[in-house]
C-alpha cells in the first residue's frame, strides 16, 4: 500500500504556501557534515564530540551551541558504522524530499529538531540517531511493501524493518531503562503529526473520500494514450519543465489531484510545484 496526503491540513498548506522554505538535499549536508565531524573527532580523540553533544548542564551554564551542534554528531565512532549510518541518512532523507518535496521535508526536520530540543531540556541530553531514525519510518509507512536488503544480504519488507527497529528500542528500554524509551518519545511525536492523516484513515476516525478528479484522471490517460498513437507524439508533458515521455521514456509521469484540471508531472516536480488555481 502506497500513502499519499490527498487532502489538505495545516502542514500541507504551510508548504503549498511557502515552497520555497527550506534547504534543498538537507539530509546530504547532514550525512556530509556527520563524516567530517565523525573523521576530525577520530584525529582528536572524541574531545570533538564532546563539545558539540547536548547536555543540559553545560547549555545551562552557556554553552548554547550546544543546541545546534547535536545535529551533526554521529551515531557510532566506529569508522563503518559512520558510514553505514551517514548513507542511510542520506539515502532516507533524499527519499523522503522526493516524495514530501523540499519544503515539507524541512518541516519535518526543524520539527523533530525542536521536539527533541524541548525533550532533551527534561531529560538532559539527545540521541540524534532517533530524529533521522524517523526518516526511515515515515518510508516505511509509506513504502511498507518495499523490500530492501538487510546488511546488503537479506531481502526484507520495509514495515517489517521498522517494526523489528521499534522492537530494539523497546528491548533497549528493558535492558538499560525507561531513559531509551524516553530520548526516542520526541522523534515518535513529530512522526505521528506528520504521518497522521494516514492513521487516522487506518485506524478508522476518518473516512476517505475520493477525489472526483482522481476519478476522471484514468480517462485522461486513456485520452492522451490515445492522442499519442494518432499523433505519433509524446504521451506525457511536465507542466514545470516541459520534459516529455519522448524525451525521457523511463521517467515517471504523475497527475496531481491538487490542481485544478488534469495537469501532468514529471517525477521531479510531482511533490515541487505550486497548484494551479482556477479561482
Not at 7 to 34: E, S, T, V
Not at 87 to 96: D, K, N, R, S
Not at 144 to 170: C, H, R
Request: charged share 15%; hydrophobic share 50%.
Amino acid at each position: 500500500m502506497i500513502y499519499r496526503n490527498d487532502h489538505y491540513g495545516p502542514i500541507d498548506r504551510f508548504c503549498a504556501k511557502h515552497p520555497r522554505f527550506g534547504i534543498p538535499n538537507l539530509a546530504m549536508y547532514i550525512a556530509i557534515g556527520q563524516v567530517i565531524v565523525g573523521i576530525a573527532d577520530l584525529v582528536m580523540r572524541g574531545r570533538l564530540t564532546a563539545a558539540m553533544i547536548f547536555l543540559r548542564p553545560y547549555i545551562m551554564a552557556g554553552q548554547v551551541w550546544r543546541l545546534v551542534t547535536f545535529i551533526l554528531v554521529p551515531s557510532s565512532s566506529n569508522p563503518f558504522y559512520l558510514l553505514l549510518g551517514c548513507y542511510v541518512i542520506y539515502w532516507t532523507g533524499q527519499m523522503l524530499e522526493r516524495e514530501w518535496g523540499t519544503a515539507k521535508f524541512n518541516l519535518f526536520y526543524l520539527c523533530g529538531v525542536l521536539w527533541s530540543v524541548v525533550g532533551g531540556m527534561f531529560l538532559g541530553t539527545i540521541n540524534i540517531y532517533y530524529i533521522h531514525l524517523s526518516f526511515f519510518l515515515v518510508i516505511a509507512t509509506m513504502y511498507s511493501e518495499m523490500q530492501v536488503l538487510f546488511m546488503f544480504v537479506l531481502p526484507i519488507k520495509m514495515k517489517w524493518l521498522a517494526l523489528l527497529d521499534v522492537a530494539l528500542i523497546l528491548l533497549d528500554g528493558i535492558a538499560i531503562g525507561p531513559i531509551v524509551v524516553l530520548l526516542a518519545v520526541p522523534s515518535f511525536i513529530n512522526y505521528f503529526i506528520f504521518t497522521w492523516s494516514f492513521w487516522s484513515m487506518k485506524l478508522g476516525f476518518v473516512r476517505r473520500q475520493a477525489d472526483p478528479q482522481v476519478i476522471n484522471f484514468k480517462r485522461a490517460k486513456r485520452q492522451a494514450e490515445k492522442k499519442a498513437k494518432e499523433t505519433g507524439g509524446y504521451m506525457h508533458k511536465c507542466a514545470v519543465c516541459g520534459i516529455t515521455d519522448q524525451d525521457d521514456p523511463n521517467m515517471e509521469f504523475r497527475y496531481c489531484s491538487k490542481c485544478d484540471g488534469y495537469y501532468c508531472y514529471c517525477a521531479n516536480h510531482i511533490n515541487n510545484h505550486i497548484h494551479i488555481r482556477n479561482d
